[in-house]
């Protein structure tokens, strides 16, 4: 049988670790971070803002210095695929077209704001 005392729900599990551990120096304390309230607040300006680069699809980004663009396709989110593009240039590698455009023409990458736009996400 379960009991629930104020806000939290004590199982079996948890009585049995509790008898176990009754006369030592360690204290059981049953609580959670998934309260309804936290829920149901709204969620933060950035949190929001960021969301569109979870997606994954198809993509474009703009090179911030001669306003080119490129455009992709990703299974991963875009945030992903713009971190991997960020570590190719930031490495020199030659494994992606816009890193490779960014170093061989010395512009700077710019931040994912600004420069990554998903055209057509799932």
């Known amino acids: ?67 080119l663009r490129y455009v992709g396709q990703t299974g991963r989110s875009f945030r992903v695929r713009f971190q991997e593009n960020f570590q190719e240039f930031k490495y020199n590698n030659n494994k992606s077209k816009f890193a490779m455009h960014l170093l061989k023409n010395k512009h700077s990458i710019g931040h994912i704001d600004n420069i990554m736009e998903g055209i057509d996400g799932a």
């Open 1 to 67: 049988m379960h009991r629930q005392y104020g806000a939290q729900y004590i199982g079996k599990e948890t009585k049995f670790i509790t008898k176990l551990l009754k006369n030592s120096s360690i204290k059981i304390s049953c609580t959670t971070n998934n309260t309804n309230g936290k829920a149901l607040a709204p969620k933060p300006i950035h949190a929001q803002t960021h969301s569109r680069f979870e997606k994954s699809g198809v993509y474009q980004l703009t090179w911030p210095d001669c306003d």
